[in-house]
């Protein structure tokens, strides 16, 4: 678990999941994709997990990167940089008892990026949500009216 968010930042991630090749000399191989390693989302996403394992097995066999490996994911934007800075102080200030106070950051970084995961489904537990609940579908349905952005490899569509 990632609770500081440090991969999120340092790879650029907005949402999860999100699957990051890297190889045994720590140099990544293909960049942030939106992809799943079980089907347990499946019934939700419409998404199965079998193509991207075939990726992941034809990397492990026989070194074959897919075609988007080559993708180069754009920096964060400043409001992206700003929600995360956002968030972070939220984060603190709620592990510090400091409730009330988080509650601003935590808005503002919601009103920042408001579809990204990473902040506003991660906030949800640490505000007394549930991240599989009510709230969760809400973010989820808003995420997919605005055509599933995803920063990183876009997704093919499914056939």
């Known amino acids: 678990m990632d609770e500081d968010h440090l991969l999120t930042e340092l ?18 191989a293909r960049p942030a994709a939106a992809e799943f390693g079980t089907d347990t989302f499946t019934e939700i996403t419409g998404i199965s997990r079998e193509k991207h394992m075939q990726q992941v097995r034809d990397w492990v066999h026989e070194g ?36 009330e106070e ?22 949800m537990p640490l505000r007394g949500g549930d991240p599989f609940g009510e709230e969760f579908f809400k973010l989820y349905e808003e995420f997919q009216e605005a055509g599933s952005p995803f920063h990183g490899i876009p997704r093919a569509k499914q056939a």
């Open 64 to 99: 074959s990167l897919p075609d988007d490996a080559s993708y180069s994911v754009p920096d964060l934007s400043e409001e992206e940089v700003q929600a995360r800075l956002h968030f972070k102080a939220a984060a603190y200030l709620r592990r510090e008892g400091r409730i």
């Open 11 to 28: 790879f650029a991630i907005s949402n999860v999941p999100s699957v990051i090749w890297i190889d045994e000399n720590g140099m990544i």
């Open 102 to 123: 988080a509650e601003v950051y935590f808005d503002k970084a919601a009103e920042l990026a408001p579809l990204d995961f990473t902040i506003v489904r991660a906030s």
